[in-house]
DNA sequence: TATGATCGATTACAGTTGTAAACGATAAAG
DNA sequence: CTTTATCGTTTACAACTGTAATCGATCATA
């Protein structure tokens, strides 16, 4: 339903065209979601004339930064590198992403003296 | 509901006790958990006598690759590095533990010609 | 101006989840 | 043997989700 991180506002009608093609949703159903997200407060809209233009409220890297928190809480109990490892071991990187990685490694263990 | 990962089999008495003092459920809640996970198949149980000892279907592992899989994919669309990168920097490690990460990326590049 | 298309709002209805009580059978206690 | 506690099973019910149809208002069109 986030195709309104990619533009925003837009209105009904608009992520309707947007999502005709990637998902095979009824408008009626895709109107029913824009309202119950606009009730749990995660969109907001402005009217135009009587044509609503939607806009989520929270950003995509703030969800992900929800869905990261909870993830590792949930699953790993908060415990960061066990989860960092069994991914790590079950998925290919390429060695340019490895070094990047490491690099990042690096600079934490210089943050913290 | 996954105690049933630390010891297996047990009974629901034994399950309820063991969740007494973690978690505030009604034992006849627990009843009914146990019924729901038997019937979407990840419990089964045996029966001794007119008492049933439940176990897991699947390890606390396989479930663990399931949840890393699908979260995975819902939230980076699949992108390890993002994800990885994202985790790293909003999380502090200790030195031993980005040393033991960075030996990992090490066996990786190697692992690959 | 009457009519049909379109909008958002309201209602529908089955399935899942959270949380539990009621029910029927059996084992334990008196 | 009767009463009571204890099993697992079935039923309850509200909230939430998936998937949509209907309704009342309004805009466009004839």
Redesign the pocket.
């Known amino acids: 339903m986030k195709v309104l991180w990619k533009k925003s506002p837009q209105?009904?009608?608009q992520v309707i065209d947007q999502l005709k093609g990637s998902v095979e949703?009824?408008p009626?159903?895709i109107?029913?979601?824009l309202?119950?997200l606009v009730n749990k407060e995660v969109l907001d809209f402005t009217k135009k004339?009587?044509?609503?233009e939607y806009h989520p409220l929270y950003s995509e890297e703030e969800c992900r930064q929800n869905e990261r928190n909870s993830f590792l809480k949930r699953v790993y109990n908060g415990a960061l590198k066990p989860m960092m490892v069994a991914f790590l071991e079950e998925n290919e990187l390429s060695s340019k992403d490895i070094e990047e990685l490491k690099n990042i490694l690096d600079k934490e263990s210089k943050g913290e003296a």
Chains 1, 2 share one sequence.
């Open positions: 209105t009904a009608k949703w009824n009626k159903t109107k029913t979601l309202n119950r004339g009587r044509i609503y």
